[in-house]
Every structure is written in C-alpha cells, then in structure tokens.
C-alpha cells in the first residue's frame, strides 16, 4: 500500500501544479486542512472516498488520472526478475496529455453553454 499512497501522492501534487492550486487553495476548496493534503501528498496518509470525489471535482479529473502512476514507473524484464524503473519521459508525455483533456473538456463545457 505505501507504493500506491507514494505514487498517488505524487501524482496529486504534479496535477495541482498543472492546475496552478496551492496546497492552500486546494485543500480549502476539498474542504481538509493544508497539513492533511501535504500529508496526502508525501504518501503518509491516503484520502477518503469524499475527499477522492472532491479532488476530481476540484482539479477537474477523472479518478483514473488521479491513478494514473504511469509515468513513475515502467516495468522492465532483467533475467527473471522484474525490476521498476522511474521514466521521466513518460511523465513528460503524461503532462502534455492530460493538459490536453484539460483543455479540451474547456471547450466542451464552453459549447455546451452557446
């Protein structure tokens, strides 16, 4: 479990920077204390189910990027062992596509209004 809360940490903290949120602000429109969101972030603690559904309201998110850890990780054969190794391009490319769906569910929110 200390993976999963690591890399959903991680991941939560690169998604509130692309959003431009501080914890502060993040934390505020969740409805938890800054001190809980770091310690969401650094992997300590995990979110509950309502703080889960706030944070993809907030940060406009499915849960499935909220999960996303790909980008932390690839899993690559050496003999017969697996072992994890971090790919930054992966990140790199994550970033440009979430950016994307961000953008584009903009534009469909924005015709939907017209």
Not at 73 to 95: C, D, H, I, M, S
């Amino acid at each position: 479990m200390n993976d999963i809360k690591n890399y959903f940490g991680k991941n939560l903290k690169k998604i509130r920077r692309m959003r431009g949120f501080s914890q502060e602000v993040l934390a505020e429109k969740i409805g938890i204390y800054r001190r809980q969101l770091t310690r969401i972030e650094t992997g300590k603690s995990f979110p509950s189910f309502s703080t889960l559904d706030n944070l993809c309201e907030a940060l406009e998110v499915s849960p499935t990027v909220l999960f996303d850890f790909s980008d932390f990780y690839e899993v690559k054969k050496n003999g017969t062992n697996n072992e994890l190794f971090y790919v930054a391009q992966k990140r790199q490319n994550n970033v440009i596509v979430l950016k994307e769906r961000l953008s584009q569910k903009r534009i469909d929110e924005q015709n939907a209004q017209n």
